[in-house]
């Protein structure tokens, strides 16, 4: 079955370390995202690619890092400069990206804390 | 810049009862809007898109929404509410920035026996 797949689904982390999310799309979809929820808060953006090997910064980048090596890949890293990672993260892929009507498919997410 | 608005970070209604959720969006060219449900720790599922075909979108569990410029707004409503249909529920846009979709902030519909 064609889905995204998000790992692990549950991570531990101790703070000043890094930790790296994996997401990975059988879609063939162009287009990847990374949002960062909170209670409250809604979806917020932290990077999205639109093609491999490029990628743009979205609301809240800082303290994170992201690679787009492969068109199935779009893996984020929490780096120690993220104050607060505690949060549920969410990655997500579409056809064409927003801009083409097309809407996007999610992963099952993984909650990051930080111990 | 795009923005969208969901009124009500909470919603509660009888099991039976119509389901009416609030989105309005600010946008200076026709937006492309979703509604897409989301259960606790899981990801979003897409109930239902507009793209400019039809003003009145028919979407999955029963769920629909109209699609009003005049007052910028894209309600999502259901005739009658299930208890499965207790989850959290966010309006989003997208269209004038390619690759970037914009949420509202949720609204968690909770549904009484």
């Known amino acids: 079955d064609g889905g995204i797949t998000q790992s692990p689904k549950y991570l531990f982390r101790k703070e000043g370390q890094n930790v790296t999310l994996s997401c990975e799309q059988n879609?063939?979809?162009?287009?990847m995202y990374w949002y960062r929820q909170d209670p409250g808060q809604g979806l917020r953006l932290i990077y999205y690619s639109q093609i491999v090997n490029d990628f743009q910064k979205g609301d809240i980048a800082e303290g994170y890092s992201v690679s787009r090596e492969k068109k199935e890949s779009f893996p984020l890293t929490v780096t120690s400069a993220q104050k607060n990672p505690t949060a549920f993260y969410l990655c997500?892929?579409?056809?064409?990206?927003?801009?083409?009507?097309?809407?996007?498919?999610f992963g099952q997410g993984t909650r990051l804390t930080v111990v | 810049a795009q923005s969208v608005t969901q009124l009500g970070s909470h919603v509660s209604v009888s099991e039976g009862a119509l389901v009416l959720l609030r989105c309005n969006y600010s946008?200076?060219?026709?937006?492309?809007l979703f509604w897409y449900v989301q259960y606790p720790n899981q990801g979003l599922q897409l109930l239902l898109k507009y793209t400019s075909a039809a003003t009145l979108v028919k979407g999955i569990n029963g769920f629909e929404a109209e699609f009003k410029k005049s007052e910028t707004s894209f309600h999502l409503t259901k005739p009658s509410a299930h208890m499965s249909d207790a989850a959290e529920y966010f309006c989003?846009?997208?269209?004038?920035?390619?690759?970037?979709?914009?949420f509202g902030q949720g609204t968690i519909l909770t549904v009484h026996p």
């Open positions: 989003s846009s997208g269209g004038t920035s390619y690759g970037k979709l914009t």
């Open positions: 997500a892929s579409s056809m064409q990206g927003a801009a083409r009507g097309t809407e996007a498919f």
């Open positions: 946008s200076s060219v026709p937006p492309y």
């Open positions: 879609l063939n979809h162009d287009a």
